[in-house]
Structures are given as C-alpha cells and as structure tokens.
C-alpha cells in the first residue's frame, strides 16, 4: 500500500466548506444525500466479517463499526438540533465529546442496530426537512464550543457532507483491509 498522506486518511472527501449562497434546488440535493445515507451504508456493510468491521485504517479514528454506531449518534443530534431550531429563538445546543462517546459500550454492539436507528431517524429527519420553507432555513440554534450560531441551511449542509465523509472512510476501510 502507498503513503497516503494523514490529511487524505482524515478527510477522504474532503474538508467542509460552506458554500456563501445556496439556492432550494441546492437544499433539495442535499436533502438526498442525507436521504439517501441508510441505503449507502447498508451497502457498503454488506458481507463484512467481524475483522473488517472492527479495522481501524488510520491512526487516531474509528473502526467501520464505531463510524457506523457514530453516524447514529451525530445524526440523531443533528435531528434534535434542527427541532430545537423550529422550535425555540436561538436554542443553546448540548455539544458532546465524539470520542468519548466512540468508546463507549454501546459501540461493541452489532452495526445492524445503528443501520436500523438510521433508517428510522433519516425516514423522519428527511420527512422534516422536505417540509421546511426558505424562512426556515435561516432559523438558528447557538453552538456554544463554537460560540457561533448556526443556520438550518448550515446544518443541512454539514450533514450532508458528514454523510459522505464517513461513507468515504468506510470505503477507504474496506479497500485498504483487502490490500493485506
């Protein structure tokens, strides 16, 4: 196997970028791709062996499983984060420790359990953001590690790149656990 640079091993997909405009076609792609994370990842899980699922393809990240248990956990938050912003002026979130919660218990449990939360949750959080009008996008709830508000539209975006983010280190995963 060649040396990949760490920053590639990081951000196969690359770091997120917020564009400064979007437009609601841009949202409505987005959307799909939030939509459309289950099925991708049941995808990419099919066949894996307990040695695959726990190979850990870089130093300081994740197993295919604990990508799995986390897509669960971000995307369950992200969910709540948009309610709250539906639902409250500027909400102050809960931020959380990611990797902290990587390592804990819940994450030795079958990969099966997060893909089935995920089918779920996207079902319901897609449901939720197809409903949103403009207004809505600009909505925000107060991230206070980051002492930054973000917008409905920033979050849309965010997650929609978390998707493939994580998918792509999944995808690097398998690949480079068959080199060996």
Known sequence: MEQVALDELKYPAGKFKMPESFTEQDIKERIKI?????AALSNELVGLD???LNYLHRPDGWT???LTHHLADSHMNAFIRIKL?????NPNIKPYIESEWAKLADNNAPAEASLK???GL???????LKSLKSEDLS???MHPEFKRQMTIGFLIYLYSWHCGHHLA?????????NQF
Do not use: C, G, M, Y
């Open 34 to 38: 939030i939509q459309e994370l289950p």
């Open 50 to 52: 307990e040695a695959s």
């Open 139 to 141: 909505k925000t709830v």
């Open 169 to 177: 280190h999944i995808k690097n995963a398998k690949k480079f656990k």
């Open 117 to 119: 939360i995920l089918d």
């Open 85 to 89: 912003a539906l639902t409250e002026d």
């Open 64 to 66: 295919v499983r604990q």
């Open 122 to 128: 996207h079902l319901r959080w897609v449901t939720l």
